[in-house]
């Protein structure tokens, strides 16, 4: 990747990185209500910006003053979460959810301990309820690998989960459509732990990847579907051997709003942040970990992949 692309890509997150931290109380959460009644998309927005704070310390790519914009906003996150005590509520409240378990591991995986949460998941995880669980593939393989953060064992195989995702199966490349296109992108993100592990990937899914990732990006760059483009351009930095795409990020830096926002490339944002977060907050964020995981994987590539013999 060009040293011009890379700076590029450097400042799409940093300023996609400020908008995030000015709008930081659209994150909050309710103070006065129940754990268990709080507004899914609100947790769920919160869940992501979490994420992408994960990645930022993880990759460590960031220049000081935006390293510690991210830091901010995950200690935020986790006050609004009651330093792991509404996640414990909320296992609590609803034993066969998985979205604590999944939310708490990014806190995990950057030092934040819940101790009584990580009790109770571990005790779920034992249960025969654990292993029966009526949940689309993509989704199973997202609670192996926040299980995996926090050392919870889980007893799924990854081999015949991944082989019923709509990646797993190799379907022909013109039947991708949005909805497939998440469930795509979201396989890679949970078998690669969202790049830290390419190996995670079967090399049959990687060899498909190689040969249709670039029409698929191709496509959502000409429609300016700039949500799903970030998401495609993550699961380029996600390969063993990694696609770049530099031009994209120049379209993506010319679609960027002049306070950092990235639009989500299909309804207009308000010109009032606050009233724009509704519908373009998650492409934000989306490219704040696009930009970080590009950044990292430019400058400190990995070992030239190698296949195993036979």
């Known amino acids: 990747m060009e040293t011009v692309a890379i700076g590029l890509a450097h400042r799409v997150g940093d300023r996609a990185l400020d908008w995030l931290g000015a709008v930081r109380s659209c994150f909050a959460l309710p103070s006065e209500t129940p754990a268990h009644e709080i507004d899914g998309d609100a947790l769920k927005s919160l869940s992501e910006l979490a994420l992408a704070m994960w990645i930022v310390r993880r990759e460590a790519v960031s220049g000081p003053r935006t390293a510690a914009t991210a830091e901010a906003l995950l200690e935020f996150a986790w006050r609004e979460l009651h330093n792991g005590d509404l996640l414990h509520q909320l296992q609590q409240h609803t034993p066969a959810a998985t979205h604590p378990l999944e939310i708490y591991s990014f806190f995990a995986a950057t030092g934040y301990r819940h101790p009584a949460l990580e009790e109770l998941t571990t005790h779920l995880a034992g249960l025969r309820a654990s ?3 009526e949940q689309v593939p993509n989704r199973r393989l997202a609670v192996l690998a926040a299980a995996r953060r926090i050392g919870i064992p889980i007893h799924d195989d990854p ?11 190799t379907p022909e490349p013109w039947m991708l459509d949005a909805n497939n296109a998440y469930g795509l992108t979201h396989t890679v993100f949970h078998l690669t732990d969202w790049g830290a592990t390419p190996e995670g990937l079967p090399w049959e899914l990687e060899d498909y990847l190689h040969h249709w990732l670039p029409v698929w990006v191709e496509t959502f760059d000409e429609a300016g579907f700039w949500d799903l483009l970030a998401e495609l351009l993550i699961v380029g930095v996600c390969l063993r051997r990694p696609h770049f795409y530099p031009h994209v990020w120049e379209h993506i830096a010319q679609a960027q709003r002049d306070d950092g926002m990235v639009p ?8 009032e942040p606050e009233r724009a977060f509704r519908n373009h907050h998650h492409p934000t964020v989306v ?16 070992a030239p992949a190698q296949r195993e013999p036979g």
Do not use: D, K, Q
């Open 131 to 133: 292993r029966v669980p």
């Open 159 to 169: 081999a015949t989960l991944t082989a019923l995702t709509w990646l797993g199966g």
């Open 264 to 271: 989500n490339g299909v309804t207009r944002p308000h010109e």
């Open 287 to 302: 490219a704040v970990v696009a930009t970080t995981l590009t950044v990292s994987r430019a400058l400190s590539p990995l």
